[in-house]
């Protein structure tokens, strides 16, 4: 069947193309075929873990924006978000890279195309502060809101860096490096000038446009942040995952210039993330809950709600290895774990609420994050656990396509399904690239390009007996990994493919919180 629509203005019938079902040559097209001649091949015995990485690297590969300055770096999502985004189109690339790099490197040249350059309170901009999102829609485009260029967020410029030091560790591709070192300078330079604005050490936020997001961390909903008796925090906000990606950013940053030839800046760089390492932990650790609080108040004091954000204190590498099963174990716990996902706020919390954006919903790419983070500290049962519960909700969807928000229902008798927010896009682009990140975190994957070195330390769950990994790129060098699990649960590995060496090693974290566990 074929369908032809005829637009129709002031009454006059305005004739129709020819239909055509070749597609266009364009940057989108090409960065399309691109990608699906790149992108990592996966098989499993287990059929759905299998069509779900099939189904997330298509999706990637139909996503790109085509933007000129970067073509293959992904939009957020369809229908809603078909647009630049900054910190999702990072996201997304960084939790992709085991299926190709090519999306981060373009992903950061479009983010460093797009940097503040003045002071401007309508959209939330100051010089050297990354992109947040550009809208194409005609209200944004007539001046209605600011969301045509708007900079209103705060964890973009830390993901910067980080993603950064990541496209160096999985490529080793030094002339990107140095290409993008001024716009890692300038967002280093905005983090310093206004991303404390009472220079106590913490990143907080706040909103300046009057018609801007109030929140301007991970979680950007206007009520995401609520204090333990479920009232609303008033800026600005101090969030735990805020402190984290700054800690990354700054060790990430600090291999980047070292490599680049700047050693003196990198060292400065490790000393400042050890300080705020260990006053992060002062800050925000509450011991009686096992883990840390949400985010500081505008008076300094914790936020004392149970949520999510640990798992991506897990991922940075701030946490403690001593503290870490603690805080593994409360991110599985009943009120934290769905079944399906990690909600983004405790079932026992006096806001919480399943279908709502951030207050007790799960989003799959969090589960992305949280998965490596778990993996980085050798929480092998609760990543199993996690992993089951994100392969388990994809194949209750069609193609087995996590969408872009699931509710924080519980898995039982009384709810077979996971449940969606209503508003939710599929596809989504970190939703799809969760399913990579929970492959590379099974794997505990972690690359090191200029050493011409992976590092792997694969641990297979038995509803996952093997895996099959086609195209792994690193350094520039191609190499196929077969993954089986043996008896006793002991997993083997294969390598072979190009000239680079694939070593059996723990993670540092991994054997520190090893001998804290009981």
């Not at 990072?90 to 190709?100: E, I, K, V």
Request: glycine share 8%; aromatic share 8%; net charge neutral.
């Amino acid at each position: 069947m074929e369908l032809v629509v005829e637009p129709v203005f002031e009454g006059r019938r305005l004739a129709a193309p020819p239909p055509t079902f070749a597609e266009p040559d364009d940057d989108a097209a090409r960065a399309r075929a691109h990608l699906a001649r790149e992108l990592t091949r996966l098989s499993s015995s287990n059929f759905d873990v299998t069509a779900a990485w099939r189904c997330a690297v298509d999706d990637l590969a139909v996503l790109p924006l085509g933007e000129p300055a970067g073509p293959t770096a992904p939009m957020a999502g369809l229908p809603i978000y078909q647009e630049i985004f900054g910190r999702d189109t990072m996201t997304a690339s960084w939790q992709a890279l085991l299926a190709g790099p090519t999306m981060l490197a373009d992903s950061l040249r479009l983010n460093a195309g797009h940097l503040g350059r003045r002071i401007d309170d309508w959209r939330d901009e100051e010089p050297g502060k990354p992109l947040h999102e550009a809208r194409r829609g005609p209200v944004s485009a007539l001046g209605l809101d600011p969301f045509s260029g708007y900079y209103g967020d705060w964890s973009t410029a830390p993901d910067l860096l980080i993603f950064l030091g990541q496209y160096f560790a999985w490529t080793g591709d030094l002339d990107t490096v140095r290409d993008l070192l001024p716009v890692a300078r300038r967002a280093l330079d905005w983090i310093d000038r206004y991303g404390d604005p009472d220079r106590d050490g913490f990143l907080e936020y706040h909103c300046r446009s009057r018609a801007g997001l109030k929140n301007q961390g991970w979680k950007d909903s206007d009520t995401a942040i609520v204090d333990e008796h479920g009232e609303v925090v008033p800026n600005p906000i101090a969030t735990s995952e805020l402190q984290a990606y700054w800690y990354a950013a700054l060790r990430h940053a600090a291999v980047v210039f070292a490599a680049a030839g700047h050693p003196a800046l990198g060292a400065r760089l490790v000393s400042r993330a050890t300080v705020l390492r260990r006053r992060f932990h002062r800050a925000y650790w509450m011991p009686e809950r096992g883990c840390h609080a949400m985010a500081l108040d505008p008076d300094k004091r914790q936020v004392r709600s149970v949520n999510s954000n640990d798992g991506h204190l897990l991922a940075t590498g701030i946490v403690p290895a001593r503290l870490a099963p603690l805080v593994a174990d409360r991110l599985l716990a009943d009120d934290m774990f769905s079944g399906w996902g990690v909600r983004t706020l405790s079932s026992a919390h006096p806001a919480y609420n399943p279908f709502s954006y951030h207050r007790g919903s799960v989003w799959p790419v969090e589960a992305g994050t949280i998965g490596l983070g778990l993996a980085r500290y050798g929480c092998w049962e609760h990543l199993h656990r996690l992993a089951e519960g994100m392969f388990a909700a994809a194949a209750l969807f069609t193609e087995h396509r996590l969408p872009e928000v699931l509710s924080g229902l519980p898995r039982d008798d009384a709810h077979p399904h996971p449940g969606v927010y209503p508003n939710s896009c599929s596809p989504q682009a970190w939703s799809a690239s969760a399913v990579v990140a929970l492959i590379q975190a099974l794997l505990a994957l972690r690359p090191a390009a200029p050493l011409r070195t992976i590092f792997v330390d694969p641990h297979l769950p038995e509803w996952l007996p093997d895996l099959v990994l086609e195209g792994v790129q690193v350094g520039g060098r191609t190499v196929d990994l077969t993954v089986r699990r043996g008896r006793g649960g002991r997993t083997s590995l294969r390598a072979r493919g190009d000239r680079i060496a694939v070593v059996r090693r723990p993670t540092l974290q991994a054997m520190s919180a090893r001998r804290h566990r009981p």
